[in-house]
Structures are given as structure tokens and as C-alpha cells.
């Protein structure tokens, strides 16, 4: 975050050049803003800010949060999701006493996100986009800066250890049905292929998330 103050200022030559001082975040008035989507979160404790000679203010605050997002998994595991990061402030009118903007763009926001944060896992992350507006609430408007995070579904994994073992099932089904065996050797084929393909189900309730309205076609053949 960056803010000026205008009321603390100062000439750096009657200060033993000094043009900057760190400062806790209680001594001056800091933005307040919050996350629409969070559930719940760390907060770390770095509660300084930098303040410059000029009034202005620059505060840095990493921490974990945990956001709500709806998923929508018809196409997995090659889906892929967007989620909504909303920054606001409600105690304060846009019109009158507070305005947020963005400091850097898009790109290089996505340039920092690839090279320290979302560079491993299970999602690769593919897109951001920013859009800011106003919202009205109680006959007042607010700054609102909502972040699109589209993000990629890795497979690998799940192709490696559900897709391939459903379709070896599957042709093993085939080639039991149509091979020349006898009706006892079929039946007993017939109930280990449906015991490995209910095992196969389990795992794939077990790992999909629950949060959708429409099941994954893998789960529905």
C-alpha cells in the first residue's frame, strides 16, 4: 500500500538528512480496506510503514488468506477456474475521502506471481485481470478492485492414476466379453473388473470437490 500525508512532511537538511524513518502502523492514520471474499486467514506482523520526507507512506504486508470461489469442474481434471480477489473499503465514500488504485499492471503482477508464488502445485497459473468500479451501498459509493485469478488444472497426476486404470478396466472388460473363455472364467472376471471399477469410483468422490452443480464427466460414465 502507498498513501501520502501531507501533514508529515520534512525537510531532510534539519534532520541530519534523514529522508525516511520506519514507523509503527498505529502512529499515523493507515487505509483500511478488507477482502470481500475471505474466510479466514494469518495476518503477519509487520505492522510498520516506511514514511519519506515528501508524506509518503508505504506499508508491506504479506499473509495467508483463504477465499471462497465457486468451481466449476464439468471438464475435469482439464478444467480450469477463476476466482475473484476483491479489495475494499466501506468506511470511507469514493466521492469525498478515499481512492484506490492500482500501483502495477497486470503483466507485472503476473511476473512476480510465476516467479515466487504459483510455480508449483496442482494449478498452474495462467491469467490476472483487474478491474476497478464503484459500489453503492447505503445510498453512498465505494472503491472496489476486484482480481480475476484464472488459473489451470495440472492432470498428470490424475491421468496417471484414475483415466488410465478406468480405460485399462474398460478394454480388459472388452476383451474378457468378446474372448474365448468359458462362461464361469467370464462371470469371474466380470465381478473383479466391477470390484476394481467400484474402487476407482471411491477414489474419484474422494478427491473431486463438492462445490459445483454439475458433476465431471468422468464421474458420470
Known amino acids: 500500500q502507498e498513501w501520502k500525508n501531507t501533514f508529515a512532511t520534512w525537510d531532510p537538511q534539519d534532520f541530519c538528512n534523514i529522508s525516511q ?3 509503527p502502523m498505529d502512529v499515523y492514520w493507515s487505509p483500511p480496506i478488507f477482502i470481500l471474499e475471505r474466510v ?3 495476518n503477519s506482523n509487520l505492522d510498520f ?3 519519506k520526507h515528501n508524506g509518503s507512506f508505504n506499508s508491506t504486508q504479506p499473509f495467508q488468506v483463504t477465499l471462497t470461489c465457486s468451481l466449476m469442474i464439468l471438464k475435469f481434471p482439464f478444467d480450469t477456474q477463476m476466482c475473484n480477489l476483491s479489495i475494499a473499503s466501506f468506511l470511507y465514500p469514493a466521492v469525498t475521502d478515499f481512492v484506490m488504485k492500482t500501483r502495477r499492471t497486470p503483466a507485472e503482477m503476473m511476473k512476480d506471481s510465476h516467479s515466487f508464488f504459483l510455480t508449483d502445485g496442482e494449478w498452474k497459473f495462467t491469467n490476472l485481470s483487474i478491474f476497478e468500479y464503484l459500489e453503492e ?3 453512498e459509493r465505494f472503491c472496489v478492485m476486484t482480481y480475476v485469478i484464472s488459473m489451470e488444472r495440472r492432470p498428470t497426476l490424475y491421468i496417471l492414476n484414475l483415466i488410465l486404470p478406468t480405460c485399462a478396466l474398460y478394454l480388459l472388460d472388452m476383451a474378457v466379453f468378446f474372448g474365448p473363455i468359458s462362461l464361469e ?3 469371474s472376471f466380470q465381478i473383479a473388473i466391477t470390484v476394481g471399477s467400484s474402487m476407482l469410483a ?3 468422490n474422494d478427491i473431486l470437490p463438492t462445490s459445483s452443480n454439475k458433476p465431471p ?5
Open 202 to 204: 471411491v477414489i474419484l
Open 137 to 139: 451501498l447505503n445510498n
Open 185 to 187: 472364467e467370464k462371470v
Open 21 to 23: 524513518v520506519v514507523l
Open 217 to 221: 464427466i468422468i464421474g458420470t460414465h
Open 49 to 51: 510503514v516506511t514514511v
Open 40 to 42: 479466514n486467514g494469518k
